[in-house]
């Protein structure tokens, strides 16, 4: 594998995960271009990665902006022969509570950002990733995928969801020698900066 051809589009980088990762396959070589939601974010990026989107994952013309940007990317260095090698759909909120307390807002909204944007980002870049030898999509999941308890049935059931979508996907990409795979981390503090 040839990180220098490799382009990796990571949601949710303004801090934690989305963030380390960021920073971190930018030095191993790879064309990153992050999303973020925050000016913080981006500029805590900007001269790291190759590129920083606004990007509300959960709103489709900020996806097309994002599409945008890498198509654009991508063919401003089309000597390099660039591929889009992976998609991290990292972006996510934990918005936990008793079901008495939460009004419906608060579970559609979990929904949204992490189970539909994941498939919606997914449908938007296969063409790409379907160009590439070996192509990836992470999903950033977590322990919650698979346990629930008291408080965390917004985010418990966001995350089953997506590990449902996640192992058809697996199957159904596979003929394109896409690879799916979960991340499944137990509870994190929020990690800004190294």
């Known amino acids: 594998l040839d990180k220098t051809k490799c382009v990796v589009i990571i949601t949710g980088c303004d801090s934690g995960f989305g963030y380390l990762t960021a920073i971190e396959l930018s030095k191993q070589g790879y064309h990153v271009i992050a999303t973020c939601m925050t000016v913080d974010g981006a500029e805590r990026l900007n001269n790291i990665v190759a590129a920083v989107v606004y990007c509300d994952v959960t709103k489709e013309e900020c ?5 945008s940007v890498v198509n654009h990317y991508m063919e401003e260095n089309k000597e390099k022969k660039l591929k889009l090698w992976s998609l991290i759909n990292n972006a996510g909120i934990c918005t936990t509570g008793y079901i008495d307390w939460l009004p419906m807002e608060v579970y559609r909204k979990v929904m949204e950002v992490n189970y539909f944007a994941p498939i ?7 063409p790409l990733l379907k160009g590439a030898k070996g192509a990836r999509i992470v999903n950033l999941s977590s322990l919650a995928g698979f346990l ?11 995350k089953h969801a997506l590990e449902g979508v996640g192992k058809a996907m697996r199957e159904e990409l596979a003929p394109w020698n896409i690879h799916v795979c979960h991340m ?4 994190m503090g929020y990690v800004y900066s190294v």
């Open 184 to 187: 499944n981390p137990g509870f």
């Open 148 to 158: 629930s308890g008291h408080f965390m049935g917004p985010y418990s059931a966001s």
């Open 63 to 67: 996806i097309l902006e994002l599409s």
């Open 120 to 126: 919606r980002l997914t449908k938007e870049f296969l």
